[in-house]
């Protein structure tokens, strides 16, 4: 029965790794950037929530309403300001600027912040949890994170299928020159899919400081994670982040249920499985 | 009656290389004008120019008595300007339908609409979910150019349409050609097939090395003149010239 629980656990745990990856799967499917910082956001948009719950006194709820939208506008300014100055200079120049940022970014967080361990204190809602069986329970929190991640999964799938801006984001993904050709204002695309991995990194952040301490130098284990599961999913396919997370989750709770020690060995040694033996991922998809 | 589109003394350089230098051309609305000329004449650069792909490096380009220079290509398109890349370039993840809405992005008003687009080609309705890449060279250039009408543009530029194609097939795609002009769009095409260009256009410029080396309307040009501007074979012309000709040829991209 403590099976059945590590893999309804990691099936859970596999929507947060998706939400978190979903981002990252987008601005390197549109733009080609694979954003080294982008686990430093989702942990920045932690600390915002941080403040904004600890000095500003908001609800939890309030906080999101607040940082979400915040990090959205970020990452459109960013993309203006920073990232589509380097797109064309060459291949390498995003890696290091990203980099860049993420150090950045931990750096100021260790400055202001300390760097002790917090977390989000979300009230009664951190420990509640559902009980199935004797031996099976769900926290509400994994299960309303799991939804969660599909439901913005599934809008930005629809997002990018339904509507002219979406199309034209794979569009640009194909051929930004044709794209450019057909009316797309390139910088403007890019900034919405970069508001886009922002908003959804923050959202991913949050709800990971929901469930568990974080500080400062939790940013690349986030990366790392949320790259893993893109891979395992199959680059450029929406449902594949999904299942690619929850193939993650997975391997990271049944691991722990082994040994405790053996968590992030399962998971690294699920990835490199894939990459060894499916390296287009579980589902070949198209970019984005 | 000022031209819809007046290009003069238009110079562009690849890095280095001057591919079209000193080209002046006009465009008035309601005709056809063809530009031909080798390969690496420099015909997709003037297109790209116009466009907005590339920086002219002198010269002018004004559209509808407005200056283009300095405006992205997509300002262009919504200005009424809309370029059918060499190669069809449709988006391949993008289905056929999804390719063609690309083109009506912006919502410029005018004659072009998905549901005339589908009454042109009846086959594009039946085959809209399909890929972009499982289409026929030919079934893609009339996407290509179905994608250009849908930014409903007051100036079409199509780049070497008959590329790849059966004759078979290129004439079906000039046969549209009348129906897009009544529809008031103007049109300026590139064209390596020189037999097309005459039949289609009401004013045709030949480009040699970047330079204009024979203008006129179709009518007035001989085809030995043209079989001159064309190749650069002048009375003194000898293995040199045409040597050097070979060099400075060039990919249109």
New interface residues.
């Given amino acids: 029965m403590t099976w059945v629980n590590a893999v309804v656990q990691g099936i859970l745990l596999g929507g947060l790794y998706a939400l978190f990856a979903c981002g990252l799967s987008v601005m390197f499917g549109v733009m080609r950037i694979i954003n080294l910082a982008h686990g430093d956001l989702g942990i920045l948009a932690a600390f915002l929530a941080l403040s904004c719950t600890s000095v500003a006194g908001m609800t939890p709820l309030w906080a999101v309403l607040v940082v979400v939208p915040a990090m959205a506008l970020l990452g459109y300014a960013m993309q203006r300001v920073l990232f589509f100055r380097i797109l064309t200079a060459s291949p390498f120049s995003p890696v290091l600027a990203t980099f860049g940022v993420s150090i950045i970014i931990q750096n100021l967080l260790l400055e202001h912040y300390s760097a002790d361990s917090h977390s989000l204190d979300v009230g009664r809602l951190a420990s509640a949890s559902l009980r199935i069986t004797g031996q099976v329970s769900v926290a509400y929190l994994s299960l309303f994170s799991f939804v969660l991640a599909a439901l913005v999964l599934a809008a930005l799938g629809l997002f990018l299928?339904r509507t002219?801006l979406g199309?034209?984001m794979?569009?640009c993904?194909?051929?930004p020159?044709?794209?450019?050709?057909?009316?797309?204002?390139?910088r403007h695309v890019y900034g919405v899919a970069t508001a886009i991995a922002f908003a959804t990194v923050a959202l991913a952040g949050l709800l990971f400081a929901m469930r568990s301490s974080f500080s400062p130098a939790a940013g690349p284990a986030r990366l790392l994670f949320a790259f893993e599961a893109v891979v395992i999913g199959g680059l450029g396919s929406l449902w594949g982040t999904l299942l690619g997370g929850i193939v993650l989750g997975l391997a990271q709770t049944l691991g722990a249920q082994v040994d405790p020690a053996f968590t992030l060995i399962f998971g690294h040694a699920i990835f490199l499985a894939v990459l060894a033996f499916r390296p287009k991922g579980l589902i070949a998809g198209?970019?984005t | 009656m000022s031209p819809l589109l007046d290009v003069s003394h238009l110079t562009v350089r690849h890095g280095q290389l001057q591919a079209i230098t000193d080209v002046s051309l006009r465009v008035d609305a309601g005709s056809v004008v063809a530009v031909i000329g080798a390969n690496g004449a420099g015909k997709s650069t003037l297109l790209g120019a116009i466009?907005?792909?590339l920086t002219p490096a002198g010269g002018s380009i004004v559209f509808d008595g407005e200056s283009l220079l300095g405006q992205?290509?997509?300002r262009r398109?919504?200005r009424g300007l809309?370029?059918v890349?060499e190669g069809r370039?449709?988006?391949?993840?993008?289905s056929l339908e999804?390719n063609l809405?690309?083109?009506?992005?912006?919502g410029r008003p005018g004659p072009w609409s998905l549901e005339r687009i589908f009454e042109l080609f009846p086959w594009m309705k039946d085959r809209r979910r399909q890929l972009a890449t499982k289409l026929s060279g030919g079934e893609q250039q009339a996407v290509a150019i179905a994608?250009g009408l849908l930014?409903n543009p007051r100036l079409l530029l199509l780049d070497e349409v008959s590329l790849g194609l059966a004759p078979v097939v290129v004439r079906k795609l000039y046969d549209l050609l009348p129906r897009i002009l009544s529809e008031g769009t103007s049109l300026l095409l590139v064209e390596q097939d020189v037999s097309q260009a005459l039949r289609a256009a009401d004013y045709v410029v030949c480009l040699l090395e970047g330079r204009v080396s024979l203008e006129g309307p179709p009518v007035a040009l001989s085809a030995a003149a043209i079989e001159a501007a064309y190749f650069g074979i002048h009375h003194t012309a000898g293995a040199d010239e045409r040597g050097s000709g070979e060099r400075s040829e060039r990919g249109p991209r």
């Fill in positions: 299928t002219g199309r034209m794979r569009a993904a194909d051929d020159e044709a794209a450019e050709l057909t009316g797309a204002d390139s198209r970019v | 466009a907005g792909l992205p290509a997509h398109v919504a809309s370029l890349l370039r449709l988006f391949p993840s993008l999804d809405r690309t083109g009506a992005y912006l994608r930014s």
